[in-house]
């Protein structure tokens, strides 16, 4: 079972997984498919930093991220 760390960066995610990218991508952070947007914003952003500025509940996130397989390292 594949672990996602909500302390990493989303550029570290990513780079380690492009499946998380599509996730992401499906949970309604549509910018992060574009790879400028991931060498920037992502380097520092973080989900949970992304979930509170889009105002997406984290709970909804790690329960998709569980249900696509996911455990969740926090």
Not at 23 to 35: A, C, N, R, S, V
Not at 53 to 68: H, S, T
Request: hydrophobic content about 35%.
């Amino acid at each position: 079972m594949p672990t996602i760390d909500f302390t990493k960066t989303v550029y570290e995610l990513c780079k380690d997984n492009e499946e998380i990218a599509k996730i992401m991508e499906d949970l309604g952070f549509k910018e992060i498919t574009k790879p400028n947007m991931l060498n920037t914003m992502g380097r520092y952003m973080t989900i949970p930093k992304g979930a509170r500025m889009r105002g997406l509940n984290m709970d909804d996130i790690k329960n998709e991220f569980i249900k696509r397989g996911y455990e969740i390292k926090e």
